[in-house]
């Protein structure tokens, strides 16, 4: 990645890049005690936008409510902050991750004394799995290791210690020449990616795990609720077998970084016909056109910066 960014706000204040620094003893870095998010924001003719600014802001002021770090910001100084962080960064389209996470005071399980740190980094990143996965798909493998199980970890807050076993799922899927992993839950029923959601298509119907799978309710997931019923697609939150991928008409990820992405094959398992299918195709169409400025934003979707 090199060196992205030009400034990173940091607790209210703008600083250099290579300035923005942590104590080593951070208890983040120690004890995963970190929340964060990810955004992204488009460039089409009539600007630049940012996807679903308040919601991103909100997940993340939920995830460290959950870990009981109160973030001293309100929803829109964190929205006011990432604009600045944005124009500060002269960029017209980015990737956007702000994050809170607990920084130094002393080491050991118990994280209270440990101040809580707001930050904020943008920089150019592009389609996360390659551009030509968004219309040739990727083949994925379903992943040794499972989400974790209900009041183990809370799967709703995004946070860094779940990425670990995120880290896992997509490093066996590489290594096993795969580029992407799918967990199951700990029951044994499809859940997620390891940074995505995960939908499949059934005789013209789409289906997707709940969140009592173990999943993070993507609000790019979100997105594809609203565009499919739009576009008179019926769509269902339910368990569903790990089998149901192998005989499914299309499957698709989505994620803020993934965006919408077809999936083509499992486990050398083909899915559907081996290649993006219809229903798929149609979801990106209309998913693109609001980003591109081509379909009207009639959800309110798009923040304009600057």
């Known amino acids: ?4 960014g030009k400034a990173i706000w940091m607790d209210g204040k703008l600083m250099l890049w290579d300035e923005a620094n942590i104590h080593i003893l951070s208890h983040a870095l120690h004890y995963g005690s970190c929340a964060f998010d990810g955004l992204r924001m488009y460039a089409n003719s009539k600007g630049s936008f940012i996807l679903r600014l308040q919601e991103h802001m909100q997940r993340l002021l939920d995830s460290a409510k959950i870990y009981r770090m109160d973030v001293p910001y309100s929803l829109y100084q964190l929205c006011e902050a990432v604009k600045d962080t944005i124009i500060a960064n002269e960029l017209k389209a980015a990737y956007i991750r702000p994050f809170v996470f607990r ?22 990143w592009g389609a996360y799995l390659g551009e030509e996965a968004l219309e040739k798909g990727i083949s994925v493998r379903i992943a040794s290791w499972n989400r974790p199980a209900p009041n183990t970890m809370p799967c709703l807050a995004k946070v860094a210690a779940n990425y670990m076993n995120s880290q896992l799922i997509k490093m066996e899927a590489i290594q096993d020449g795969f580029d992407e992993g799918i967990a199951l839950d700990s029951f044994g029923y499809l859940s997620e990616g390891s940074g995505e959601n995960l939908f499949i298509v059934k005789n013209n119907m789409i289906f997707t ?9 993507g609000i790019t997931r979100h997105c594809v609720f609203q565009l499919a019923r739009e576009l008179g697609y019926k769509i269902k939150q339910q368990v569903l077998p790990r089998e149901s991928i192998y005989i499914a008409d299309e499957a698709f990820m989505t994620g803020t970084a993934a965006e919408i992405t077809p999936i083509t094959q499992v486990d050398k398992i083909k899915v559907g016909g081996g290649q993006r299918g219809p229903i798929t195709k149609a979801i990106q169409e209309a998913f693109f056109g609001v980003l591109r400025g081509e379909r009207e934003d009639t959800h309110g979707w798009l923040e304009r910066v600057g």
């Open 209 to 217: 795990p709940p969140s009592c799978s173990s999943i993070l309710p």
């Open 103 to 124: 920084g130094y005071h002393s080491l050991g399980l118990n994280p209270f004394n440990c101040p809580v740190v707001t930050a904020i980094a943008a920089w150019e």
């Open 1 to 4: 990645m090199g060196f992205p």
